[in-house]
Nanobody
Framework: QVQLVESGGGLVQPGGSLRLSCAAS??????????FNWYRQTPGDQRELVAT???????NYADSVKGRFTISRDNAKRTSYLQMNSLKPEDTAVYYC?????????WGRGTQVTVSS
C-alpha cells in the first residue's frame, strides 16, 4: 500500500504562514493518477475536508480557507503541499493527508498545527 510521510506542522503566530508536505512513497504510479486531499480535525469535531487536488489538476477548498490556503503537487517527488497563509487560531487542528489512487485510499498519521500568540 502507498505510505504517506507528512511534515511541516508546528507552532505559528496568527497571521503567519506554514507549509505542510505529504510525500507518497508508492512507486510505479504517476502523481497524475493520485488525488490528494488535506483534512483537519479538532477534538470533538468531525474530520473536515480542507483542500483537494484532483487527477486533472483542479482544486477545491473549504469556504473557511479559501483565499488563504493553496494545495499543490510536485510530480517528481510525488508530494502534495498545503501552503497556509494568514493563519488564524481557529485553524489550529491536526492536519491529515489523504491520497486516493483508484479505489485505494491511504491516510497519513497527521501533523499538529497550532496557531497561537
Amino acid at each position: 500500500q502507498v505510505q504517506l510521510v507528512e511534515s511541516g506542522g508546528g507552532l505559528v503566530q496568527p497571521g503567519g504562514s506554514l507549509r505542510l508536505s505529504c510525500a507518497a512513497s508508492r512507486s510505479g504510479f504517476s502523481v497524475n493518477t493520485m488525488k490528494f486531499n488535506w483534512y483537519r480535525q479538532t477534538p470533538g469535531d468531525q474530520r473536515e475536508l480542507v483542500a483537494t487536488l484532483t487527477y486533472s489538476g483542479s482544486t477545491n477548498y473549504a469556504d473557511s480557507v479559501k483565499g488563504r490556503f493553496t494545495i499543490s503537487r510536485d510530480n517528481a517527488k510525488r508530494t502534495s503541499y498545503l501552503q497556509m497563509n494568514s493563519l488564524k487560531p481557529e485553524d489550529t487542528a491536526v492536519y491529515y493527508c489523504n491520497v486516493k489512487i483508484g479505489a485505494l485510499s491511504t491516510w497519513g498519521r497527521g501533523t499538529q498545527v497550532t496557531v497561537s500568540s
